[in-house]
């Protein structure tokens, strides 16, 4: 047995026992925040200059006093061992600090923490983006089916949400939302009234203002702003509501209990919000044509009755229909976007906030993309 001993500290001593492949660090004397206590270099450099070192033990039965100074200096141990691939063997250390170790290396840090910084190639990059896509796009394929799964099953009449909450989550999409939807759509038709007035006047022609607010209005700017109007407001409180209650595990307590999150939870936003959008929509085409009357009156001297027969002139009943299909699409994008998000959400009240906006961007973008294609499928057809 080889026995060296640390003799420059007062208060808190290391003493090393090396017997085959186990070295005995023994504790005694106080170590507690501002005592003098050994330094872990010390400990760090006797302890990697022994080779062939299989198990790190403790003896404490000397140890007349400790707090967090020990247990900081254990933790520093544990992770040496840990690079070392030795073993640690805690049996001899008091059992409040046990427990305290384990305590410490059962919660996991935060993602990245503590890593170095590796460099990642460009093509490692791509292929982790790929996968990633991969996998979300399985994940929305999967949950676009067990949406329409839900929805046969409710025409079946096999569904199982209530519809008391179905009439409550219409009117939180549907009455509620109408003073944000009449400030955002009044103040889109006042400026595109007053953006074409300012170039017809060069030609005397601003009675065809009525014409450019009731077309832009009525076959793409109404569906459109009120989509986005309910991507923020809508699909983000479907996204934190839903994420609250995966966070709280509520939603696996609905499976414990054999009720579907699909049904119970997801079925009855999405049909809300599918009924409410085309209402919301002509609502939005109205309080439009109704800014760029006020443009029209105001600022270019234009009769009421001149502005109304101008636009019911113009505006076609396709174009109606147009804008209502629209709107109907993007609920769909919208409620599905919130849902799958809230869905998705995993971890902690963080994750609640990441799911909101995602929902938001996703959503948004959504309706974009779905406005190309439909302007694209009507030139085609021609209507």
Same mark, same amino acid.
């Given at each position: 047995?080889?026995?060296?001993? *640390?003799?420059?500290?007062?208060?808190?001593?290391? *003493?090393?026992?090396?017997? =085959?492949?186990?070295?005995?660090?023994?504790?005694?004397?106080?170590?507690?925040?501002?005592?003098?206590? /050994?330094?872990?270099?010390?400990?760090?450099?006797?302890?990697?200059?022994?080779?062939?070192?299989?198990?790190?033990?403790?003896?404490?039965?000397?140890?007349?006093?400790?707090?967090?100074?020990?247990?900081?200096?254990?933790?520093?141990?544990?992770?040496?061992?840990?690079?070392?691939?030795?073993?640690?063997?805690?049996?001899?250390?008091?059992?409040?600090?046990?427990?305290?170790? =384990?305590?410490?290396?059962?919660? /996991?840090?935060?993602?990245?923490?503590?890593?170095?910084?590796?460099?990642?190639?460009?093509?490692?990059?791509?292929?982790?983006?790929?996968? =990633?896509?991969?996998?979300?796009?399985?994940?929305?394929?999967?949950?676009?089916? *067990?949406?329409?799964?839900?929805?046969?099953?409710?025409?079946?009449?096999?569904?199982?949400?209530?519809?008391?909450?179905?009439?409550?989550?219409?009117?939180?999409?549907?009455?509620?939302?109408?003073?944000?939807?009449?400030?955002?759509?009044?103040?889109?038709?006042?400026?595109?009234?007053?953006?074409?007035?300012?170039?017809?006047?060069?030609?005397?022609?601003?009675?065809?203002?009525?014409?450019?607010?009731?077309?832009?209005?009525?076959?793409?700017?109404?569906?459109?702003?009120? @989509?986005?109007?309910?991507?923020?407001?809508?699909?983000?409180?479907?996204?934190?509501?839903? @994420?609250?209650?995966?966070?709280?595990?509520?939603? *696996?307590?609905?499976?414990?209990?054999?009720?579907? /999150?699909?049904?119970?939870?997801?079925?009855?936003?999405?049909?809300?919000?599918?009924?409410?959008? /085309?209402?919301?929509?002509?609502?939005?085409?109205?309080?439009?044509?109704?800014?760029?009357?006020?443009?029209?009156?105001?600022?270019?001297?234009?009769?009421?009755?001149?502005?109304?027969?101008?636009?019911?002139?113009?505006?076609?009943?396709?174009?109606?229909?147009?804008?209502?299909?629209?709107?109907?699409?993007?609920?769909?994008?919208?409620?599905?976007?919130?849902?799958?998000?809230?869905?998705?959400?995993?971890?902690?009240?963080?994750?609640?906030?990441?799911?909101?906006?995602?929902?938001?961007?996703?959503?948004?973008?959504?309706?974009?993309?779905?406005?190309?294609?439909?302007?694209?499928?009507?030139?085609?057809? @021609?209507?």
């Amino acid at each position: 047995m080889n026995e060296e001993r *640390d003799t420059e500290n007062r208060f808190g001593r290391l *003493d090393f026992k090396q017997s =085959d492949d186990t070295i005995i660090i023994k504790l005694s004397g106080v170590w507690k925040i501002g005592a003098k206590i /050994p330094s872990f270099n010390k400990a760090k450099n006797r302890l990697e200059s022994k080779s062939g070192i299989q198990c790190i033990a403790f003896d404490a039965s000397d140890l007349t006093g400790w707090d967090s100074a020990l247990l900081i200096f254990l933790l520093k141990i544990h992770e040496l061992c840990y690079q070392c691939r030795i073993y640690m063997e805690m049996e001899g250390l008091p059992r409040g600090v046990q427990r305290l170790l =384990d305590l410490a290396s059962a919660v /996991p840090g935060a993602e990245g923490a503590g890593k170095e910084s590796v460099s990642v190639s460009f093509f490692e990059r791509v292929g982790t983006s790929a996968i =990633d896509l991969s996998k979300s796009a399985v994940e929305i394929v999967d949950f676009i089916g *067990d949406a329409s799964l839900s929805f046969i099953g409710l025409f079946r009449g096999k569904s199982g949400f209530r519809w008391s909450e179905l009439f409550l989550i219409i009117q939180e999409t549907g009455v509620q939302a109408l003073p944000i939807v009449s400030l955002i759509s009044l103040l889109v038709g006042l400026i595109l009234a007053f953006v074409s007035a300012m170039q017809l006047m060069m030609f005397g022609a601003q009675i065809y203002v009525a014409s450019l607010v009731g077309i832009a209005m009525v076959r793409v700017m109404g569906a459109i702003m009120t @989509g986005i109007i309910m991507a923020g407001r809508t699909g983000a409180a479907f996204a934190a509501q839903l @994420g609250t209650m995966q966070v709280n595990e509520e939603i *696996d307590a609905l499976k414990t209990l054999g009720i579907s /999150p699909m049904e119970f939870l997801v079925l009855p936003r999405i049909i809300a919000l599918v009924l409410m959008m /085309p209402l919301l929509c002509l609502y939005a085409d109205l309080m439009g044509i109704l800014g760029g009357l006020i443009v029209g009156v105001v600022m270019l001297d234009l009769n009421v009755v001149e502005y109304y027969n101008q636009t019911v002139a113009t505006v076609r009943l396709n174009d109606l229909w147009i804008g209502l299909f629209q709107s109907s699409v993007f609920g769909i994008l919208v409620a599905l976007s919130g849902c799958l998000m809230g869905m998705k959400c995993r971890g902690s009240a963080a994750a609640v906030g990441d799911a909101a906006t995602s929902a938001v961007v996703t959503g948004i973008i959504s309706i974009v993309v779905a406005t190309a294609i439909i302007t694209v499928m009507c030139n085609t057809l @021609g209507i």
